[in-house]
Antibody
Framework: QVQLQESGPGLVKSSETLSLTCTVS????????WTWIRQPPGKGLEWMGY???????DYNPSLKSRLTMSVDMSKNQFSLRLTSVTAGDTAVYYC????????????WGQGIQVAVSS | DIQMTQSPSSLSASVGDTVTITCRAS??????VAWLQHRPGQAPKSLIF???SLQSGVPLRFRGSGSGTDFTLTITNLLPEDFATYYC?????????FGGGTKVDIK
């Protein structure tokens, strides 16, 4: 079965760029939508966006100006870059798979805690 | 964005109890609702999609219902492993949005 694992730094300095990678194992990345979702401490889940296996992306408008997602099919990985981070970007970041338009999100990774320091 | 209003935010129950969680969407989302279970330190797990369809391997004690704007997750015969936080999520319209969560803990 497909499994996802997030990796990246647990601490990023304010105004710098947060970069995370999700490694997919146990299945193909082809023709799926690969998604990032985050949860700030004490707050709800926020869908950040997706990158399709073709490279096509769609981002949450609230983050669009700072967000880039990409996919590397040869490494079975997809990535997130969030620029100009602030304390408000401190969160647990989850990667996940969307099966397609009007399809549920499943499975999810365990999540990675990222803190933004001043 | 579509707002998903979930209630209650928390509840206490005993093993063997039946609990009900509700979710209301700010607009018609047909049946494009999923329910997730999240245990601390684990990956969130999809339980139900299409408002009422169980994901493979999910026990029948989990039941989802509703369409349009009002949705319900019912868990019957609570087991110890069911104590967790549950979220509703709409996938009718981007950006995908989530309810605020319901923490189910042991009474």
């Amino acid at each position: 079965q497909v499994q996802l694992q997030e990796s990246g730094p647990g601490l990023v300095k304010s105004s710098e760029t947060l970069s995370l990678t999700c490694t997919v194992s146990g299945g193909t990345m082809y023709d799926f939508y690969w998604t990032w979702i985050r949860q700030p401490p004490g707050k709800g889940l926020e869908w950040m966006g997706y990158v399709h296996s073709s490279g096509r992306t769609d981002y949450n408008p609230s983050l669009k100006s700072r967000l880039t997602m990409s996919v590397d099919m040869s490494k079975n990985q997809f990535s997130l870059r969030l620029t100009s981070v602030t304390a408000g970007d401190t969160a647990v970041y989850y990667c996940a798979r969307e099966l397609g338009m009007w399809q549920p999100v499943d499975p999810w990774g365990q999540g990675i805690q990222v803190a933004v320091s001043s | 964005d579509i707002q998903m209003t979930q209630s209650p935010s928390s509840l206490s129950a005993s093993v063997g109890d039946t609990v009900t969680i509700t979710c209301r969407a700010s607009q018609d989302i047909r049946n494009y609702v999923a329910w997730l279970q999240h245990r601390p330190g684990q990956a969130p797990k999809s339980l139900i999609f299409g408002a009422s369809s169980l994901q493979s391997g999910v026990p029948l004690r989990f039941r989802g219902s509703g369409s349009g704007t009002d949705f319900t997750l019912t868990i019957t015969n609570l087991l110890p492993e069911d104590f967790a936080t549950y979220y509703c999520q709409q996938y009718d319209t981007y950006p995908l949005t989530f309810g605020g969560g319901t923490k189910v803990d042991i009474k």
